[in-house]
């Protein structure tokens, strides 16, 4: 079993943002969180302590499966340096992060639909009922 995560952090006019990516079984989720100043280290570890199972991930993606193999520790530090100087978010996240935003526009509209027929209804049913009582003549 393949577990990575990988959080970024970075400045998204007006807040800051960090994207939280994490393989595990095979599957890719990201999710958003939105902080309001700039956070400091402690803080985002205590962020993550307190508010890991309210994390809102994405719906999984398959993900590329990458063979697991030794590597230079220098080789791994660049790699961690070079990540750093790298601004933005990758488009597998970017992808993932569309179709959760997608998916909770479909979950308003349904939810909008239902609470309009549900008015519909109870407005219905208050006209039925004036019907009768001015039909009773009272």
Known sequence: MNVSSKLTILFEQPFWIGIYERTFCGNYEV??????????DYQVYDFLLRHWGDLNFSPPIQA??????HSNPKRIQREIHSQLQER???TKAQQ????????????????????KEAEKQRQYKIRQEKKKKKHKGH
């Open 31 to 40: 999710c958003k969180i939105t902080f309001g100043s700039e956070p400091k």
């Open 64 to 69: 590329d499966v990458a063979q697991q193999r």
């Open 88 to 90: 933005g978010i990758g």
């Open 96 to 115: 993932a992060l569309k179709l959760q935003h997608e998916q909770g526009k479909f979950q308003r509209k349904s939810k909008s639909r239902e609470d």
